[in-house]
Nanobody
Framework: VQLQASGGGSVQAGGSLRLSCAASGRTSSNYRISWFRQAPGKEREFVATIKWSSLSTYYSDSVKGRFTISRDNAKNTVYLQMNSLKPEDTAVYYC????????????????WGQGTQVTVSS
């Protein structure tokens, strides 16, 4: 499966952004799409995940209640709505795909998008 991430930008603290992850190629209802982020000098960390068929979701504690992951089946696209953004949300955001399971580490995901920069100023 190929992934194309978009939607990043620069906002002030408290603002909102919506990221998109368009999937193409060999996908199935068993797939799980996740968002990760990586700040300079830090390891890539899990943000949110959604199962394509069941719409089950899971969030990291740092974004729970502020970010919402969703998918549009007709467009084969997963979204990450980010509200109440904080400077510590600044990072390159990546979407990734895995054929099922619930692993939350980068090693659990075989397909990755190219990343999109999110910058939140105070």
């Amino acid at each position: 499966v190929q992934l194309q991430a978009s939607g990043g930008g620069s906002v002030q603290a408290g603002g909102s952004l919506r990221l998109s992850c368009a999937a193409s190629g060999r996908t199935s209802s068993n797939y799980r799409i996740s968002w990760f982020r990586q700040a300079p000098g830090k390891e890539r960390e899990f943000v949110a995940t959604i199962k394509w068929s069941s719409l089950s979701t899971y969030y990291s504690d740092s974004v729970k209640g502020r970010f919402t992951i969703s998918r549009d089946n007709a467009k084969n696209t997963v979204y990450l709505q980010m509200n109440s953004l904080k400077p510590e949300d600044t990072a390159v955001y990546y979407c990734a795909a895995a054929p099922g399971g619930w692993g939350m580490t980068p090693a659990d995901f075989a397909s990755w998008g190219q990343g999109t920069q999110v910058t939140v100023s105070s």
